[in-house]
T-cell receptor
Framework: AAGVIQSPRHLIKEKRETATLKCYPI?????VYWYQQGPGQDPQFLIS???????DKGSIPDRFSAQQFSDYHSELNMSSLELGDSALYFC?????????????FGNGTRLTVT | DQQVKQNSPSLSVQEGRISILNCDYT??????FLWYKKYPAEGPTFLIS?????DKNEDGRFTVFLNKSAKHLSLHIVPSQPGDSAVYFC???????????FGDGTTLTVKP
């Protein structure tokens, strides 16, 4: 079965650079979530989109922005990168942003900021 | 304020025995609870869920129990297998709010 695809798997950037992470949800899933997981920490919710509109916002820095496109894929744009942005970034998708629908996660993008 | 807590960072059990992973939450608006399993270098994988209208949900070797009055849920794995060794995350959400809140995770090691 098709899963959530994230690209790239690994990304190395320098401080103050920008990065773009991409997420392709499971077909027919209309909701995309972005989570950030630091070393030894639980996944922290950043932002979610339902039907191309932002549906929830968590602890996403102002330096970050995201959007969901007409084909439901999503991109997380990160600017003015800081060392503390180094983390594993997970994208997840679900059938709906409401209701009892589990999240299906991609394998993540590991971002290293040097 | 951490709304979902897994107080045991690690758990080690013998193959064939029962593994019990615990999770506590504080937000009474949560009405849907999930367990995810995560292997290194992979994303979390959905394992089992329970709605707040139930107190138990079973799927093969996995059973989740919910005690709403105590705001506590647990995942039972019987019998435990070495392939169950992974990090287990508890998550909770309000089905009207969308986002899921995760606990810190418990690393389960099942010894052969």
């Amino acid at each position: 079965a098709a899963g959530v695809i994230q690209s790239p798997r690994h990304l190395i950037k320098e401080k103050r650079e920008t990065a773009t992470l991409k997420c392709y949800p499971i077909p027919r899933h209309d909701t995309v979530y972005w989570y950030q997981q630091g070393p030894g920490q639980d996944p922290q919710f950043l932002i979610s989109f339902y039907e191309k509109m932002q549906s929830d916002k968590g602890s996403i820095p102002d330096r970050f922005s995201a959007q969901q496109f007409s084909d439901y894929h999503s991109e997380l744009n990160m600017s003015s990168l800081e060392l503390g942005d180094s983390a594993l970034y997970f994208c997840a998708s679900s059938l709906s942003s409401r209701g009892a629908s589990p999240l299906h996660f991609g394998n993540g993008t590991r971002l290293t900021v040097t | 304020d951490q709304q979902v807590k897994q107080n045991s960072p690690s758990l080690s059990v013998q193959e064939g025995r029962i593994s019990i992973l615990n999770c506590d939450y504080t937000n009474s608006m949560f009405d849907y609870f999930l367990w995810y399993k995560k292997y290194p270098a992979e994303g979390p994988t959905f394992l089992i869920s329970i709605s707040s209208i139930k107190d138990k949900n079973e799927d093969g070797r996995f059973t989740v129990f919910l005690n709403k009055s105590a705001k506590h849920l647990s995942l039972h794995i019987v019998p435990s297998q070495p392939g169950d060794s992974a990090v287990y995350f508890c998550a909770a959400r309000n089905t009207n709010a969308g986002k899921s809140t995760f606990g810190d995770g418990t690393t389960l090691t099942v010894k052969p």
